[in-house]
């Protein structure tokens, strides 16, 4: 074994004497040797471990006979991945904080495990004739102590690879909190917020980034003198200049990256890794086409064909609109509760809704004092009021008009008259309004030129001159009014 | 009810043969000793199953466009060529051989050897503010086409009727998936107690190829199946009173059935047994209701003239007619069947230059008088309808019968035809999708048959993908594994 280990010392002074650049710069071989470094520090970690492992556990000593010869190729393999260890790190930007960490540690386990490879192949060898527990325990320690650093040391590599925080990114909380963490932050979920608030920048782009890029271009490992962590670091570009140009998508750095084929050298992400999507660059490339705003809100974005589409597939392309877009209490479920047991259908419109749609039923109470007093408790999220056909009055329509966020109102068949849609015309909401088949005139029409979100107004059978209706529409031309295709 | 309760009927719900044969490994012994525990545990009174609770008022996935549907279904497929899809160039190549190339790898339910192609067998001009092309065949329609998106490259996996009928209403082209009249009713409950919330309605006096299947609630509780209504004899099967049962006598007799059922459902605990119940109960209701809206002589002349009704008898014009106050009336879905667009021009009926222009006489007047009756008491803004075939048909001539066929037709055709959809959240005078200058394959905007049913869904406040229900192991849905919703033609 000592003529090995004078092999293997003239290899490692060889390699050591041929691949040092005297310049000083990292020279090409010694790059490639320095990629194996990943590849060969497996080996003296499982080593390290089994060795100790058996050392300490191990019953007989016929059993930790092998200790010595797996030191032997651990403490080997220790040599040899710190010297590739030392080459991979003059090639890349790795945050020097823990990429000296990593490098003085990986040189300590180097030596400690030579140590312990000279330390047990002698006092082993003593032993046979007297087995003295002390040298034993002593050695056991010194393993531990190896098998401990060889995981912290791994755990910064890992940092080194993939980044801070790689391995709690997705620990439940009970861990964060142990590690002295933060619970997981909402930013994880997929979930844009108020489309008002939230930005497209923060919520679409620099997720992408976070997802595709930042494994590399971050604090810690800056590939390319770059960083996409942050809106700052992004703008800061990278050793090869700006990577993106505001109002011009195609051209920036960072969209030619990602379109290069994939097997080309400067492609990005590098090939193993997982790839920006063909939607992902579209609404990358969008966003510097529309001059990568950092404060822009999704709901002012002006989207062009593809990235509706890709919003549609995302499910926002509905951006709540109109009353919708409002923050209102949850309903009193009571109020609805009462309404029901009074025989009105009254159900919240969607699952997650805090609005509210009620109608009263065929033959049964409609719009009692009881009733309206329980509906004026949810005036603020009734959006829906079916009174159609009901016995409905003038009154009744008054109190209705001071519920703020209506936008479909049915009134038709009922006894109101223009006095009711005076009331109704500040509903600044209100989208439908069906009038058939009651007796408003000419009067109460021109009371509902002022309903400013107004899209629908139903007529039919209604005393409501045609010149009324054209004057109407000539006021309000975006208004459907439908005045019956039969009479 | 409690939780434990529940838990248990819905295991029992998920148990299949297997289950039962792998469990008589362990005995009879084990088996009689587990009814025994059943028998000995008391239920409690008047609970409610889920079922029963399914029916009530649910909730959507978010805010709907649409409130209810009217399917006007076309069966037997209309060709798309003689309606909506004008294809100038298809009059050119008229009667000219079919270049093999188009026929590589297809294959036609009748279309042998190397059919003649046919042109376009009726004149199109465009209409309304949107300019939409539409066949001499739709006067009426050509009056309220502003009101409708079209989609035009529609295609489907099914050349048959009866498979490519249970693809468009049940998602799969096989029997036993519910239906999507059923779906919606599963999911939305209904709004009207004394109604069902799914109706369908036929005329033409044949059935769908794929039977009550295409309006039937599969593997859902049977209350959510499709009631078939008719316009004339009784309106529903056996739904009034024997000669000398009076009103009274059938609220005691049904009071009393209902109480041996709840006894029997306290001893057995199969939620289907309060399906049962809750179905005499609707029966009742509906015994008064229906006829009431059966009654179409009660509606205006003007409203008689405008569908083209027949009252007493059975036509599509009295269905559309009946759609409306249906829908007026709350029911969700209502569907319209209306057989003898099959034209392959292998006999009189079946033929584009006969039995085809009748179809449309039948059905142009009513349709587009329902468009606009819904539309003017404003009911048109939250119902959808939707109108069209199983599938389309070919550019290509079928005979059948050899060259001197006084009759023209073509052969099924699943890779492109045409649909249309109108109101509840539907853009006004659109079209989408593009087929070829031949109108044989699809050029752009291709909607798959589960598309729509996702879009329809999407109008009606779902996520296709979540309204789902557990059945055998798994989580079944509509639109089984696909589906987009076709956003392009929602406003």
């Not at chain 2, 699943?414 to 200058?437: I, L, N, P, Q």
Request: proline share 5%.
């Amino acid at each position: 074994m000592q003529r090995l280990s004078v092999i293997g010392g003239v290899l490692v002074l060889l390699v050591l004497v041929f691949v040092v650049d005297p310049a000083g710069r990292p020279s090409q071989t010694g790059l490639f040797f320095g990629r194996f470094h990943p590849t060969i520090v497996h080996f003296p970690i499982a080593l390290l471990l089994l060795a100790g492992v058996i050392e300490i556990l191990g019953k007989g000593k016929e059993t930790r006979r092998a200790v010595p010869m797996l030191l032997f190729v651990a403490a080997w393999g220790a040599i040899v991945a710190a010297v590739a260890g030392l080459y991979l790190g003059q090639g890349a930007g790795y945050d020097m904080d823990t990429f000296m960490w990593h490098q003085r540690l990986g040189i300590i386990v180097a030596v400690l495990a030579s140590f312990a490879f000279v330390w047990r192949s002698r006092s082993g060898a003593a032993s046979e004739e007297n087995p003295t527990p002390e040298p034993r325990r002593a050695f056991g320690g010194l393993m531990l102590l190896l098998i401990g650093l060889v995981g912290y040391t791994g755990h910064l590599g890992g940092t080194l690879t993939h980044g801070e925080g790689y391995l709690t990114r997705y620990a439940p909380d009970v861990v964060r909190k142990v590690a002295g963490l933060p619970p997981k932050s909402e930013a994880d979920v997929v979930d844009i917020g108020d489309p008002a608030v939230a930005t497209v920048y923060d919520a679409l782009i620099q997720p992408i980034l976070d997802d595709k890029c930042v494994g590399c271009h971050n604090t810690e490992i800056r590939r390319g003198d770059l960083a996409l962590h942050t809106a700052e670091a992004l703008l800061e570009g990278g050793e090869e200049g700006d990577v993106i140009q505001p109002g011009r998508g195609n051209d920036s750095d960072l969209l030619k990256r990602i379109r290069l084929p994939v097997d080309h050298r400067e492609h990005m992400p590098p090939r193993d890794k997982r790839q920006v999507t063909v939607a992902e660059a579209e609404l990358i490339r969008w966003w510097i086409d529309q001059g990568a705003s950092f404060n822009e809100t999704i709901a002012e974005a002006e989207p062009n064909e593809s990235v509706k589409f890709i919003f549609s597939a995302w499910g926002f392309d509905k951006m709540p609109t109109g009353v919708f877009a409002l923050t209102v209490a949850s309903p009193d479920t009571a109020a609805i509760a009462s309404l029901r047991a009074s025989g009105m259908r009254v159900a919240t419109i969607a699952e997650s809704q805090p609005f509210v749609e009620a109608a009263c039923r065929q033959g049964q109470p409609c719009m009692t004092a009881a009733q309206s007093a329980l509906l004026a408790q949810l005036s603020d999220q009734l959006i829906w009021l079916d009174l159609g056909r009901s016995e409905v009055t003038d009154s009744d329509v008054a109190a209705i008009a001071n519920f703020p966020h209506l936008t479909r109102l049915h009134l038709e068949g009922t006894a109101i008259t223009d006095a009711a849609l005076n009331a109704l015309s500040g509903s600044g909401y209100l989208e439908y309004l069906n009038l058939h088949s009651t007796a408003i005139t000419d009067t109460g029409l021109s009371a509902l030129v002022s309903l400013e979100s107004l899209e629908s107004l139903y007529l039919w059978q209604t005393e409501v001159t045609a010149d009324a209706v054209d004057e109407f529409r000539t006021k309000r031309p975006n208004v459907r009014v439908n005045v019956g295709a039969s009479n | 009810m409690n939780l434990e309760h529940e838990a248990h009927i819905e295991a029992l719900r998920l148990q299949t043969r297997r289950h039962f044969l792998k469990q008589c490994t362990t005995g009879m012994g084990a088996m009689a000793l587990g009814t025994l525990g059943a028998f000995g545990t008391p239920r409690a009174a008047g609970a409610t199953s889920p079922v029963v609770a399914a029916l009530n008022d649910k909730l959507p996935h978010f805010a709907p466009t649409a409130k209810r549907v009217i399917f006007l279904h076309m069966a037997g497929a209309p060709s798309q060529l003689e309606l909506f899809d004008y294809k100038p160039e298809l009059e050119k190549l008229h009667l000219q051989q079919c270049p093999e190339s188009l026929l590589e790898g297809k294959r036609f339910a009748f279309i042998k050897g190397i059919p003649k192609m046919l042109g376009p067998q009726f004149s199109f001009a465009r209409h309304g503010q949107s300019g939409a092309w539409l066949s001499d065949r739709l006067p009426h329609l050509a009056e309220v086409v502003d009101e409708i998106s079209f989609l035009k490259a529609m295609h489907t996996d099914e050349f048959n009727h009866a498979p490519a009928q249970l693809l468009m209403y049940t998602g799969s082209p096989r029997f036993g998936r519910p239906s999507i009249g059923s779906w919606v009713t599963y999911g939305l409950g209904s709004e009207n107690e004394s109604l069902p919330g799914f109706v369908v309605l036929l005329s033409s006096g044949v059935q769908p190829d794929a039977g009550a299947s295409v309006y039937g609630s599969g593997f859902l509780p049977t209350v959510f199946q499709g009631v078939q209504c008719r316009s004339s004899g009784d309106p529903v099967l056996y739904l009034s009173n024997p000669d000398g049962m009076t009103r009274d006598v059938r609220r005691r007799s049904i009071d009393a059935i209902n109480e041996i059922n709840r006894q029997q459902h306290e001893m057995v605990g199969d939620p289907e047994v309060l399906t049962r119940i809750s179905q005499y109960e609707m029966a009742f209701r509906m015994q008064a209701s229906v006829p009431e809206l059966m009654e179409i002589e009660s509606e205006p002349d003007y409203i008689h003239e405008m569908y083209g009704t027949n009252p007493g008898q059975t036509s599509f014009a009295n269905n559309c007619l009946l759609a409306r106050r249906l829908v007026e009336r709350g029911v969700r879905f209502v569907q319209l069947f209306h057989w003898g667009w099959d034209s392959h021009g292998a006999g009189a009926s079946e033929a584009l230059n006969i039995g085809f222009k009748e179809r449309c006489l039948e059905t142009d007047r009513a349709t587009a008088a329902l468009i606009k009756d819904l539309d003017q008491r404003g009911l048109l803004d939250e119902t959808l309808v939707v109108w069209g075939g199983e599938f389309g048909r070919t550019p290509m001539l079928e005979n059948r019968t050899g060259d001197d066929n006084p009759y023209v037709g073509r052969d099924h055709h699943s890779d492109c035809f045409t649909m249309w959809m109108a109101g509840g959240g539907v853009k006004r005078g659109f079209s989408y999708g593009e087929t070829d200058e031949i109108g044989y394959a699809r050029v752009s905007g291709s909607v798959h048959v589960h598309d729509l049913q996702a879009t329809i869904l999407h109008a009606l406040g779902f996520d296709h993908e979540r309204l789902t229900y557990k059945f055998q192991g798994r989580d079944f849905r509509l639109t089984d594994v696909a589906g987009r919703v076709v956003t392009e033609v929602l406003a």
